[in-house]
């Protein structure tokens, strides 16, 4: 089962609004607590949709120790960097490293590639001009007179979309193939993919891969909302009364490494990565095909890579982002692949919020940990299943995977469906 050259997961790492670890996001999702509250990172009382899932009361020393990259790199550069820490430190790559000769340690960093996952999207990079731009009046004299006085000069470095690749390999000398993948909400799961690609075709002995973003902010909060996208209250995936998605913020890291390699290192193996299946539906930036074919298509792809059919499949964690539109055709696309034996479907947003970039890596990490513990946590904002979306295995309670395998599925604009594919009976 799985590719030519099987790929292990050695080390996760996320953080988000309902938790700095992969233990807290965890123990909040199964005891049905959501980190969807009041906007506090600037004053949203007047705006139509006041709501997200932030990472609250971090400190940005807390994210990243070093106080003078603080100046060079954004917050969503802190997630992610923070995420990527997690995942390395887990996967013991660097303990390892150091038992290395001298002359072995330079072809590891340099067989090490990393990837990261952005969504590139963000308005936050061009707000330093507005107060320049409201004192020029229209005279570019004058604006160019108060450019410096409100502009960082670090601007140019704290928005470029790779600061998390570059920093990454920076801080662990990994020097191998890289990719930085700003694909709105898919960008993570790319990266993810990308990652064992290069594994697969001997680019890399392992990889650090990231997805990471911090989607709301005044200008971006306004625009979803005129698209009719957000809740004014909160996410509810697949239910009867679901009226949008809500912003979060975060990261999720894993390290891969080829599998015989982990195995030699005496690593522990927390899954497999089996396969990833990605389409685009042409239908248009905001548009779905209503049918799933998008859906459908990428799953399909996904279970050819993995070499596995869709009875082997024993949990679906679907991307269910809330919005009327994504989760009926999402889950008639799940149907057309799994006809009447559709596993347990859950999905996460509804507790952390909708990450953007990073909303399928933290996922793919989630859904490790749910075949591990042997359960499908509920959707605990699910009262009433739309009729729409039956018949579809999606509950309020834990559901018991069927297999150690799941299904991961992202959405994002431009008609984008990535489906992936994990295994923890390594």
């Given amino acids: 089962m799985g590719s030519p050259t099987n790929i292990a997961i050695t080390g996760v790492g996320a953080v988000c609004g309902a938790g700095l670890s992969v233990d807290e996001i965890w123990n909040a999702i199964v005891n049905g607590k959501s980190a969807i509250a009041p906007i506090e990172q600037w004053d949203a009382s007047r705006w139509p949709v006041n709501i997200s899932a932030e990472v609250r009361n971090v400190e940005n020393r807390t994210l990243v120790e070093d106080r003078k990259l603080h100046k060079m790199i954004s917050r969503t550069d802190m997630f992610g960097l923070f995420a990527a820490n997690q995942a390395v430190q887990q996967s013991g790559?660097?303990?390892?490293?150091?038992?290395?000769?001298?002359?072995?340690?330079?072809?590891?960093?340099?067989?090490?590639?990393?990837?990261?996952?952005?969504?590139?999207?963000?308005?936050?990079?061009?707000?330093?001009?507005?107060?320049a731009m409201s004192a020029g009046d229209g005279d570019l004299k004058k604006f160019g007179g108060e450019f410096s006085s409100s502009v960082n000069p670090m601007w140019l470095l704290k928005n470029l979309p790779n600061n998390v690749l570059c920093h990454?390999?920076?801080?662990?000398?990994?020097?191998?193939?890289?990719?930085?993948?700003?694909?709105?909400?898919?960008?993570?799961?790319?990266?993810?993919?990308?990652?064992?690609a290069a594994l697969r075709n001997d680019e890399a002995d392992r990889a650090s891969a990231t997805g990471h973003d911090t989607p709301f902010e005044p200008e971006t909060v306004s625009g979803y909302h005129q698209l009719g996208l957000l809740s004014r209250d909160t996410l509810r995936p697949f239910d009867r009364d679901r009226s949008g998605t809500v912003f979060g913020e975060g990261a999720a890291s894993v390290v891969l490494e080829?599998?015989?390699?982990?195995?030699?290192?005496?690593?522990?193996?927390?899954?497999?990565?089996?396969?990833?299946?990605?389409?685009?539906?042409?239908?248009?930036?905001?548009?779905?095909?209503?049918?799933?074919?998008?859906?459908?298509?990428?799953?399909?792809?996904?279970?050819?890579?993995?070499?596995?059919?869709?009875?082997?499949v024993g949990l679906i964690v679907a991307h269910g982002n809330g919005t009327r539109a994504s989760d009926a055709s999402e889950a008639l696309g799940i149907r057309r692949v799994f006809g009447a034996n559709v596993p347990p479907v859950t999905a996460f947003k509804w507790a952390v919020g909708h990450l953007i970039a990073a909303s399928g890596a933290l996922d793919l990490v989630l859904a490790l940990r749910a075949l591990r513990?042997?359960?499908?946590?509920?959707?605990?904002?699910?009262?009433?299943?739309?009729?729409?979306?039956?018949?579809?295995?999606?509950?309020?309670?834990?559901?018991?995977?069927?297999?150690?395998?799941?299904?991961?599925?992202?959405?994002?604009?431009?008609?984008?469906?990535?489906?992936?594919?994990?295994?923890?009976?390594?």
């Fill in 93 to 131: 790559l660097l303990t390892y490293h150091e038992t290395l000769d001298t002359a072995a340690k330079p072809k590891f960093n340099d067989r090490t590639g990393v990837f990261a996952g952005s969504g590139g999207g963000n308005y936050r990079s061009n707000y330093d001009y507005l107060p």
């Fill in 168 to 196: 990454v390999g920076i801080r662990y000398g990994f020097k191998g193939t890289n990719a930085c993948v700003t694909n709105q909400c898919v960008g993570g799961v790319l990266a993810i993919a990308e990652a064992a």
């Fill in 373 to 426: 513990e042997k359960i499908a946590p509920g959707i605990a904002t699910l009262k009433v299943i739309d009729p729409e979306v039956s018949p579809l295995p999606v509950s309020a309670k834990a559901q018991t995977p069927r297999s150690d395998i799941a299904l991961v599925i992202c959405r994002g604009f431009g008609g984008m469906n990535v489906a992936l594919i994990v295994q923890t009976g390594v």
């Fill in 258 to 312: 080829k599998i015989e390699d982990a195995k030699a290192r005496g690593a522990k193996i927390l899954g497999e990565f089996l396969g990833c299946g990605c389409v685009t539906e042409g239908a248009g930036i905001l548009d779905l095909r209503p049918d799933g074919d998008g859906v459908s298509r990428a799953i399909e792809l996904a279970l050819t890579d993995a070499g596995i059919s869709a009875a082997d």
